[in-house]
């Protein structure tokens, strides 16, 4: 059974820097696209930065510039490095990926979500 566990929220004050890790197990092939996305309260769910499988990023409007996303395929674990932050960056992120893995009825592909990590910026 694949999993994605987030690690790496917490409470920051403004300017500060968090980095957000997401570890995916289980009998992994590959892990193709991966993204953070974040939900404020009373918000949607909004996409913060994605990365291919071969490494081509895209980010948000709101996160281009401070937000770095990147992945190491030896530990299957992606990154999302953020620098500079916001009160307004408030929110839970959570790790979204389309992962190649074995299971019981063989070798699927199938999209995953972790389980969220709380990031609050605040004085």
């Known amino acids: 059974q694949v999993q994605l566990v987030e690690s790496g929220g917490g409470l920051v004050q403004p300017g500060g820097s968090l980095r957000l890790s997401c570890a995916a197990s289980g009998n992994i092939f590959s892990i193709n696209v991966a993204d953070w996305y974040r939900q404020a309260p009373g918000k949607e769910r909004e996409l913060v930065a994605t990365i291919t499988s071969s490494g081509i990023t895209n980010y948000a409007d709101s996160a281009k510039g401070r937000f770095t996303i990147s992945r190491d395929n030896a530990k299957n674990t992606v990154y999302l490095q953020m620098n500079s932050l916001k009160p307004e960056d408030t929110a839970v992120y959570y790790c979204?990926?389309?992962?190649?893995?074995?299971?019981?009825?063989?070798?699927?592909?199938?999209?995953?979500w972790g389980q969220g990590t709380q990031v609050t910026v605040s004085s």
């Open positions: 979204h990926a389309v992962v190649k893995a074995a299971q019981t009825l063989g070798v699927m592909t199938r999209t995953y």
